[in-house]
């Protein structure tokens, strides 16, 4: 997707799930650009409305290039300084519960004792003490409790002290002396909060982004016979293409699965392995690959040029169970809605879809703003989603308008425990405006929301700053979405509730109405008490069989969509 950046505090941002991390810039194509249109509107607490059509996602830019992962044999003390204070920062004005310099200090020192157990922070008196054993080796005066530079002076001379005093602490180099003390820290914090360092986060934002160039193809091998004379029989291995990656450059180039390879660049492929050409197909970015290609029960083979690309993976993959189609979505990347703009865009092409299944069994979420614009292409218009947190910009009302792609065709969702974060608002926004039924196991109630920040060190930062609420107002936090028919309770359970749904009525509709009754402050016993009606568990080949059934019979599909009450959407998150 396109992306809008500006800066703000040097530190680089982004609204996203803790599954994937942060988008990647991209585009969308013409054809989506026409179909839908979302409203990010802020809450009455963040300011002024802002209008998103199509879905424009807001990033805040990196301040510096990525720097070299730290290897040096000294602790840096400026870097650790400007990691800690940039940190603060960042920290203090985004979680989701306000904290002081003070607190998110004394919990970070404690990664000290967690690399060297020998050594131990105390704070007594307005006085912060480094000690090794009984032995003080270091004391400051407590700056103030919300002075961000004077606790991130006193973190770093408290570190670089222990660095001094531990060859534990050395052994762990400066890279593991910080990401011990963010560690600590978040330990405080939610389960999604945390630190990437430099090494790692580096490598994440090259996957993120599709990494080095390539074409998006994958290669297998295959093997013909052949007769060579006086009753010889010849083996002979050929390269094939087995797979063709819709958002690289071999898809629109006509690329097709099991064409044969010949050469690539002008050589032979004969006596390589498949891994082995695969990389001599990637380069950097805009470099171009010729590849000779020959039909798979022959002809006259061809060139083929291609511009080499960064190719995120493929998230969506369909299939037809005549009359329904199926869209499996393993995550939410930052292409995902095009992928399924393209497969319901060729379905209705067809004009053979008499009702699609959606299977987010597995789907551990992604970027947010891919699920709502999912929605957008299933929903002609309502809030999909709302953010909620301390930060005015956290603070959205996700609305679509105008872009069901399947003109109104019945929709089932697969979900099982696995299921979790954008899928589940995706599930969540389609059963509260009662646009699909939610088949299979409780989910995993991931309703939390990070913003990313990238540090001086080329680490990052993920801070949870939002929760999620679904649009008939309740929270996805610790409860998750409970499906209309529970398949995890077994399979003559399942069959009970179909029988009961043919014949209009639900057979146990309380769990659904419960949870969509759910309101902040909420709790733990109370959300446990509704998820045991449907206990969450691994997705089985029964979810996809009650989905059959269900989109077969009229009433029962109606009558399932009926177990979610109706209400008045959310209009704000709640202050």
Known sequence: ?????????????????????????????????????????????????SVLAPLMLVWLAAAAPDPTPTTQADLDVPMTRSVLLTAMEFLSSRTLAPHTAKEFSLWGLGGISAL????????????VTLLSGQTATLSRDEPAEGDLRGWAELDTA??????????????AHADGVVQSFFDELFNHLDPYSRYVGPAPAKTDREERSGGDGEIGVS?????????????????????????????????????????????????????????????????????????????PLGGAARNVSLRRAQVPPETVFA?????????????????????????????????????????????????????????????????AVVTQGRDPQSNHIWAVQGGDMTNGAPIAILVDGRTASAAEILAAALSDHRRAVVIGS???????????????????????????????????????????????????????????????????SRSVVR????????????????????????????????????????TAYRAALEMVPEGTQTAAPKE
């Not at 050594?119 to 007594?124: A, Q, T």
């Not at 010889?232 to 071999?250: M, Q, S």
């Not at 499906?483 to 043919?502: E, F, H, K, N, V």
Request: glycine share 10%.
């Open 1 to 49: 997707m396109s992306c809008k950046s500006r800066v703000c505090e040097g530190v680089a941002a982004g609204q996203v799930d803790p599954e994937l991390g942060s988008s990647r810039q991209g585009s969308i194509s013409p054809s989506l650009f026409r179909r839908i249109s979302v409203m990010r509107t802020p809450s009455r607490c963040g300011g002024a409305a």
């Open 116 to 127: 060297d157990p020998g050594l131990h922070v105390e704070e007594r008196g307005h006085v």
């Open 158 to 171: 408290l570190l670089a002290n222990a660095w001094t005093q531990s060859d534990t602490i050395r052994a």
């Open 219 to 295: 290669l297998g091998e295959d093997t013909t016979v052949s007769s060579g004379g006086r009753r010889r029989v010849r083996h002979e291995r050929e390269i094939i293409v087995t797979a063709v990656n819709a958002n690289g450059p071999a898809w629109p180039a006509g690329v097709d699965i099991g064409e044969r390879l010949i050469s690539v660049d002008g050589r032979s492929v004969a006596g390589r392995a498949p891994t082995e050409i695969e990389q001599s197909l990637r380069g950097a970015p805009n470099s171009v690959v010729t590849l000779r290609l020959a039909p």
């Open 319 to 383: 299939f037809a169970s005549d009359p329904l189609v199926v869209l499996r979505i393993t995550s939410f990347s930052s292409d995902t809605a095009e992928e399924m703009s393209q497969y319901l865009d060729q379905a209705a092409q067809d004009g053979r879809m008499r009702g699609l299944v959606i299977d987010l069994r597995g789907n551990r979420g992604g970027v947010l703003q891919q699920a709502v614009t999912a929605a957008a292409l299933l929903m002609d218009r309502g809030v």
């Open 442 to 508: 409780a989910t995993l109630g991931k309703g939390l929301v990070q913003t990313v920040a990238q540090l001086p060190d080329g680490g990052e930062l993920f801070v949870t700053w939002s929760r999620v609420i679904a649009p008939l107002g309740w929270p996805l936090q610790g409860l998750g979405v409970m499906p209309q028919i529970c398949t995890s309770r077994g399979a003559a359970d399942a069959q009970r509730q179909m029988d009961a749904l043919r014949a209009g009525r639900a057979l146990d």
């Open 515 to 554: 949870s969509r009754e759910v309101r902040l402050p909420d709790s733990v016993s109370q959300l446990l008490d509704i998820r045991k009606a449907c206990p969450a568990a691994l997705g089985g080949d029964n979810d996809l069989d009650q989905a059959r059934a269900l989109l077969g019979d009229r």
